[in-house]
């Protein structure tokens, strides 16, 4: 028999809280179980499950949130628990470049040459967008199809051999 418990993880501001449900057992299961997780199952008594775990960390530990929920700090140079991304730039209404250019600096970085340790940092908080977007489909019907005597089969015929 294997007592089990159901492990909810709710997200916050600072960090994550991790609840567990009460043990219970299913019945009708077959199987079985490796002896470890059957020794494991032994030194449980009662149907308490585990005891919460309070991930939230105080607010002395995280930089101070700018305008929007974004820090003046770039992102690399950030430290502490969470740690805070510029909003998304609004859409233009028309394509005018003709080459893509980098919305933000790329962050800087060095290839680990021996393990590193566990990151510190808990959560990323990407600023809301202040804008709103308003977007409709389009309902004209689509053109035909280019035709036997149209510009484009004129076209093409060019490298006919």
Known sequence: MALLYIKIISAAPGGTIINYSDRFTLTGMTGTFPPNVQAGIKDISGTDGPKPENNIVDAKDNPAAGANGATDAPYS???GLTKFAPMQRK????????????????????IAKTALPTPKQVTTITASPTYTVASMENTAAALPGPTQGGAMQKFLARWRD
């Open 91 to 110: 859409p233009g209404t028309k394509i005018t470049l003709k080459s893509a250019s980098a919305q933000y600096p790329t962050t800087p970085y060095t």
């Open 77 to 79: 140079m950030q430290t």
